[in-house]
């Protein structure tokens, strides 16, 4: 009997290396698609030329999953990595959406990533994925990279994986832990700003299960409890018994980082519930910020 079988794209970063761990752990054969020269059997090489992704590499899988783009943590946003981070995103989906549009109703299923940055910044509004896009920069360049996904076609199950930042140290706690570590911890702009977040574990976890659900359409990867930017600054900084008290006012966050990057990547306000996951039965491990940074911090 042959394993089943995951395509992943993107699988160098965080989220793809812990994808393949997980699923390689359970027996399935993942096979990476890499620009460069493929090293082992497991490996093909993609978009390194004209040629388009030959749609036999997809054909029989149970699930592509496509995961790349440029980190949007690397900073100033300046206008040619703005082109980069929508280029790293749009040109990949499209390549794996027409592959998969050739295999019609055969196509596996298409889990692509997205953001919960498609919500942009919306104080005091639940958003779930019913709720229409923002109108940041962020939001746009989700609502785009989801209409590259749908080019797969009516034949295949799509699904957008809407991401909330992932409190891990090598994500969004980096830099948090290292301020915090010197001392300089404390509330970013006003504080209350409410951030959606969620734990690598349950990220993991919760790819592979709408890998073996039907469920297609938006999916917010966010965990189910509310914390604003000062309630998850805070419980790190408790955690690594250091103070929480230096305030970094917006107008400096915005001078230091940008304008649009400070205000989609620390400022913004959106309350994101994980309805999709939820209603499909889906547990987290990691209920609270309080459990994921802990989580994290003894890795």
């Known amino acids: 009997m042959s394993s089943r079988r995951v395509v992943i794209a993107g699988a160098s970063g965080l989220i793809g290396g812990a994808l393949t761990w997980s699923l390689q752990s359970d027996g399935f054969d993942v096979v990476h698609l890499v620009r460069r020269r493929p090293r082992t059997a497991h490996e093909v090489e993609w978009l390194t030329g004209s040629r388009p992704l030959d749609p036999v590499v997809?054909?029989?899988?149970?699930?592509?999953?496509c995961l790349n783009g440029a980190s949007i943590g690397r900073l100033p946003w300046t206008r040619g990595y703005r082109a980069e981070l929508r280029e790293s995103r749009l040109v990949p989906t499209r390549a794996i959406a027409a592959a998969l549009h050739e295999l019609g109703t055969?196509?596996?299923?298409?889990?692509?990533a997205s953001a919960v940055g498609y919500y942009?910044?919306?104080?005091?509004?639940?958003?779930?994925?019913?709720?229409?896009?923002?109108?940041?920069?962020?939001?746009?360049?989700?609502?785009?990279?989801?209409?590259?996904a749908a080019g797969a076609g009516p034949g295949c199950r799509i699904v957008h994986l809407r991401t909330a930042p992932l409190l891990h140290r090598r994500a969004v706690l980096k830099p948090l832990i290292a301020l915090t570590g010197l001392g300089l911890g404390g509330p970013l702009g006003r504080g209350t700003q409410i951030w959606?977040?969620?734990?690598?574990?349950?990220e993991i976890r919760a790819i592979r299960h709408l890998i073996d659900s039907e469920i297609a359409g938006p999916v917010n990867l966010a965990g189910p409890a509310v914390a604003s930017?000062?309630?998850?600054?805070?419980?790190?900084?408790?955690?690594?018994?250091?103070?929480?008290?230096?305030?970094a006012p917006a107008p400096a966050l915005r001078l230091g980082l940008g304008r649009d990057a400070a205000d989609a990547l620390?400022?913004?306000?959106?309350?994101v519930r994980p309805g999709v996951l939820e209603r499909s039965g889906f547990?987290?491990?990691?209920?609270?910020?309080?459990?994921?940074?802990?989580?994290?911090?003894?890795?």
Not at 58 to 65: M, N
Not at 196 to 202: A, F, Q, T, V
């Open 58 to 65: 997809l054909a029989g899988a149970d699930a592509v999953v």
């Open 196 to 202: 959606p977040w969620i734990s690598l574990d349950d």
């Open 266 to 271: 620390l400022l913004a306000d959106a309350r």
């Open 120 to 148: 942009g910044d919306r104080p005091g509004e639940d958003l779930d994925e019913r709720s229409g896009p923002g109108r940041t920069f962020l939001a746009g360049l989700c609502e785009e990279w989801e209409q590259a």
């Open 106 to 112: 055969d196509a596996p299923a298409f889990l692509c």
């Open 229 to 247: 930017a000062a309630d998850i600054g805070r419980e790190l900084a408790h955690q690594m018994r250091r103070p929480f008290l230096l305030p």
């Open 283 to 299: 547990e987290f491990v990691h209920r609270t910020p309080r459990q994921a940074i802990a989580s994290a911090l003894a890795e």
